[in-house]
Structures are given as C-alpha cells and as structure tokens.
C-alpha cells in the first residue's frame, strides 16, 4: 500500500471512528438536554471556535507546506502556539462574564471559564499533530483524535447523565482536548525539540497571517448565524437552527475534514517535486463531491426522519432548516480543495484576498437574515455558500492550471453519481412522504436505495473513487494493478 493509500485509509477510518462515536453521543445528549441547552452550548462554541481560529496563527499548516523541516522551524512553531494557547485562554477568562450578561445566561461564564483552560492545553498536542501530518503519519493522528473524541463524548454524556446541563459539553471539551495534549506528547516523533524558540518566527508569521485570516473568515461563516440568532431570536431558535446546521455538516466532516488534510499534505508534496497540480486537484475535489452531493441530496429529502430517529422527535422542527442549509453545503463541497491549494502552494496572497471577499458576502447576508428568523438565515448561508464556491474556484483555477472547462467536466462523474444515488431517497419520498409516520422505515429504504445506486454509478462511470478503492484492493492483496 501506497504512503498516499494509506494516508487516506487512515484518515477515512479516523473520521468513520469519530462519525459513530460522535453520533452516538449526540443521539444520547440531544435526548438528555433541551433545545434551550444545546442553544447555550452553540453560542459558547461559536465564540469559542472564533477565537480558536487565533489558536496557532498558522504555525502547523507553515509545517506542513515548508520546502524543508529543521529543528528552528519547529521551534518557532512551538512559540507561537504556546504563546498564542495562553493568551486565548486570557481572553475567554476576561470575556466570560460579558458574554453571559450581554446574552443573558449566567452558565454562559462557567462554561466559558471551564473552556480556557483547553486552550492552554491545546498547543502541547497540535504541534505533534502538525509534524505528524507533513510525513503523513495519519496512523497515529487516527489515534489521537479517536482518544480525543472517547474523552470529550464520555465526559459529556456522564455529566449529562447526571443533570448538569449545557455545562457537561464544556467539561466534555476540555476532556477531550487534555487527551490530545497527553497523546501528543506520547507520540511526538523522534528528534522533535521540545524547547520553543524565536530564530525564524518572521517567516512563520508571515505565512501564518494568511492561514489565520482564512481561519477567521471559514469560522465567521460556520458560526456567526448561531451568535446573531442567540441574540436576536432567542436560544430554543438558536438550538434547533445548530441541530439542523450539524446534521448537514455532519457529513461534510465525514469527507472534507478527511480529506482536506491529507489532500493538503499532498498537494505540498506533488508541488516540492515539481509535479502539475491540475490533475491532483480535480482528482481530490471529484473524490469529495461525489460522497458530499450523494448525502446532500439524501439529507434534502429525508431531513425529517433523519432528525426524529437520530435526535428524537423534539427536533423535528430542524427539518425544514436542514433542507436549506444542505443545499449550501453541496455547493461548498466543490470548492473544499481550493484551500488546501492554496495552502500547499504557499499562495498566502490569493488566499488573504479571496478570504476578504467571502467574509464581507457572509457579513452582509447574515445581518439581513438574522432579523427575520431561521430559515431566512437558512437562505443567507446558501446564498453565501454558492457565491463563495464560485469565487474561491475561480481564483484557485490559475494557480492549479485547470480552465473551468477542464473543472466542470472532471465533477461530471460526481453528479452523475449523485443523482442515481438520490434515486433511493426520492422513492422513500414517495412511498411514506416528506414526513413519514414510519421514519425508521423510510430510512431503511432510502439508505439501501441511495447506497445501491452510488456504488452502481460509480462503477458504471468508472469515477476516480471506484478507481482509487480498485487499486487500494489490487496493493492490498499484492496483485498487479
């Protein structure tokens, strides 16, 4: 097996890992707390997640797409995460009370207090996690981020148990993020310094201001809905627009958040040994689209069982949202490998600018929904998402040397691949329709469906998947491909 193959393997199982381990807990935890609660929690996060996009400054990704690795450059690293992990959980101390005040919930500051302290903690396991990344070590990140997860929906699940409220998922943060520091310094690869240092700190910084402004401005998009809806149309609205938002996101974390890193360290790679990156990066997008626009479509029409067996009937309510937003999403899918790009290539340039310009589309959009409601800020994230997804493709096209042409027909496969998977859903529709007495049922048929016809289209159009897991087999078992 390939360094590439199993890179990818390990990735996929980390993610398929977390996917069941944290829809297991969701599943218990949406079934312990109310709307209300979870509405708390997605405030806390969203400015938790704000400033977590401070946490390093780039220091891991400038690891990563770095011509070459020496103890200064990892020592520079180290002192910027160190530094940057201690003043953080300054400020969330210092914010705490404030925040509690201005959204009228005092567990907000317990919450928020009991956050920091995973903030000084982070930076002993990420820079593991970076040097980890650029030799594709994706064995042992599987492991760290599986212990992670153990930690943080063990946690939150016991202290739910036990009536505690929205502030057993902070306890279950900051578990989860101890457990990541502990095995990050278990794992650390041999000859890594320890000591932090300030030699090389400039390049480091310049760099990492590009990755950070990219951070700020993904973070901006994911959460900024959340705080302007707690605020303004209160946390039950708020919890129900975060059930539905996580239901679409859930599987975008299934593939993006597996892919992009492996994706990135590879991109470095091809580009270090002077290698043409159009091939590679219509490759990874049309990998990605095709699972993406499979679920995005399933999700669309079966929102409603989905959330009723999942997360129990009180979250019924989310489906329409979810809906709307999974359209968003299937649009971001086909540009979830620009940044990476752009990162691998060290375009910190074009990266700063097309950040820019989607922050100001998603500024604007959501302060004209948030007023109206959820599902007008539902529209808002579509909008967002499609007007973005266009920009940063375009704007990645130059440096990765693909024409739109050459882009648009290399996802034709993804579509063709998706829309005879949504074939299964469509009939679960029809039979027990948009919100089925019998939702277990629906699902079933739906589910059987839409896999059947993913895996027949994908063999059918030969599409780079089913290519990808023809070859992983043929290595596997040691024939000739």
């Not at 509690?100 to 930076?123: C, H, K, Q, T, W």
């Not at 993904?218 to 900024?224: G, R, V």
């Not at 289209?457 to 897991?469: D, G, I, Q």
């Amino acid at each position: 097996m390939s360094r590439l193959h199993s890179a990818v393997t390990f990735a996929f199982l980390d993610r398929y890992a977390g996917f069941a381990l944290g829809l297991a807990a969701s599943m218990i935890i949406a079934r312990i707390l109310t709307p209300a609660d979870i509405g708390v929690w997605a405030v806390a996060g969203g400015f938790i997640a704000y400033l977590s996009t401070f946490r390093d400054l780039g220091a891991g990704q400038y690891l990563v797409q770095a011509g070459s690795l020496d103890p200064e450059r990892i020592r520079a690293a180290w002192s910027m995460q160190l530094g940057m992990g201690l003043l953080i959980a300054l400020a969330v101390i210092s914010a705490s009370g404030p925040l509690a005040s201005f959204y009228g919930e005092p567990v907000l500051r317990d919450m928020l207090l009991i956050v920091a302290g995973g903030f000084a903690l982070n930076p002993f396991g990420s820079i593991t996690y970076a040097v980890l990344m650029r030799e594709l070590r994706f064995d042992r990140i599987a492991m760290i981020r599986f212990a992670s997860a153990a930690a943080a929906a063990s946690t939150s699940i016991y202290l739910a148990w036990r009536e505690l409220g929205p502030i057993s998922l902070a306890w279950g943060s900051l578990a989860g993020t101890a457990a990541t520091a502990l095995l990050g310094m278990i794992l650390r690869p041999a000859g890594m310094p320890w000591m932090p240092g300030w030699r090389g700190i400039g390049g480091a910084l310049t760099f990492g201001s590009s990755v950070t402004l990219n951070s700020i401005t993904h973070t901006l998009i994911t959460c900024l809905p959340e705080l302007l809806l707690g605020r303004l149309q209160g946390m039950t609205v708020t919890g129900l627009y975060s059930r539905a938002n996580g239901l679409v996101t859930m599987y975008g974390r299934l593939f993006a958040d597996a892919l992009g890193p492996v994706a990135m360290a590879w991109f470095a790679e091809q580009r270090r040994a002077g290698r043409a990156l159009a091939e590679p990066f219509i490759k990874a997008t049309a990998c990605l689209c095709a699972p993406a626009w499979s679920l995005g479509i399933a999700v669309t029409l079966l929102a409603h069982p989905l959330l009723v067996v999942l997360f129990g009937a009180q979250w019924g309510g989310s489906a329409g949202l979810a809906r709307l937003l999974a359209a968003g999403a299937m649009f971001s899918a086909a540009a979830a490998m620009t940044a990476p790009l752009m990162l691998a290539c060290g375009a910190s340039a074009i990266l700063r600018r097309a950040s820019l310009a989607s922050g100001a589309v998603a500024v604007i959009l959501f302060a004209v929904g948030a007023p109206l409601g959820a599902p007008a800020m539902c529209i808002a994230v579509a909008l967002c998402a499609a007007i973005g997804a266009i920009y940063w493709i375009h704007v990645t096209r130059e440096l990765a040397g693909v024409t739109w042409l050459d882009f648009l027909g290399g996802l034709a496969p993804s579509l063709c691949v998706a829309a005879c998977a949504g074939i299964g859903p469509a009939l679960a529709v029809l039979i027990f329709g948009i919100e089925p007495a019998a939702p277990v049922r629906a699902l079933l048929v739906g589910t059987a469906g839409g896999v059947a016809g993913f895996v027949l289209a994908a063999r059918l159009v030969s599409h780079p998947l089913y290519l990808e897991w023809q070859q992983l087999r043929a290595r596997t078992r040691g024939a000739p491909e």
